[in-house]
């Protein structure tokens, strides 16, 4: 927990709901234990959305195609490309990106991230990583290849739930990796000098990455 419970439960009830057909795939994640982003981030990916207005977006990681679906109706001009390699989840995204009339609107690719991302030449002005956490610091440079410049990179569920300032030797073994994986990509975003960023202890945690 990186905010006090009070306060995040106090925040959380200044929130609208979201549509219906969100609120069904909400209900689907929690029975079915499928992650989909918080609803601070939800609030704050919303907010971003209506503030750049992006035409291309890409993202790093369906599940089920909550995200998508999300930022799809909070920018509705969009085309947005969402990459997924889960093949148990794929199946399931294609069939909600139909049965709410987005498959116009959202292409789904499948297949590792890292290998896709590399034969892609579009530049898109919003990319979305909320993938495996170990691996941001590797989809890192095709990620900022794609994005074009004064372009927004969002990165989701980067502090961890507050793990990330402890020692690794403080961490589980089987998160010591990721641990120090996402430290480094946290390194690295804020001393590139393409980019500008900011990290925000929203949700598990998210950075802004503007593209000078």
Avoid: W
Wanted: charged letters at 25%; glycine letters at 6%.
């Amino acid at each position: 927990m990186i905010v006090d419970e009070r306060m995040l439960t106090y925040i959380r009830s200044l929130f609208g709901e979201p549509s219906e057909a969100l609120q069904q795939l909400e209900h689907y994640s929690h029975e079915n234990n499928v992650p989909i982003i918080r609803k601070e981030m939800q609030s704050l990916l919303a907010f971003l959305l209506t503030m750049n207005r992006p035409s291309n977006i890409l993202e790093i990681g369906t599940a089920i195609g909550f995200s998508a679906l999300f930022m799809s109706e909070h920018c509705p001009g969009a085309q947005i490309t969402t990459i997924e390699k889960y093949e148990k989840r794929i199946p399931v995204a294609k069939e909600n990106f139909v049965k709410f009339g987005k498959s116009d609107k959202i292409t789904l690719l499948e297949g590792d991230a890292f290998d896709i991302m590399k034969e892609l030449q579009t530049a898109y002005d919003f990319i979305f990583m909320d993938a495996a956490k170990g691996q941001y610091v590797n989809f890192l440079p095709q990620v900022l290849r794609l994005l074009s410049k004064g372009g927004l990179l969002v990165s989701d569920n980067v502090l961890q739930d507050g793990e990330i300032v402890e020692s690794r030797f403080a961490v589980t073994r089987r998160n010591r990796t990721i641990h120090s994986r996402m430290r480094e990509y946290l390194y690295e975003l804020n001393h590139r000098e393409d980019i500008v960023t900011t990290v925000l202890p929203v949700a598990d945690g998210v950075t802004l990455s503007v593209k000078k």
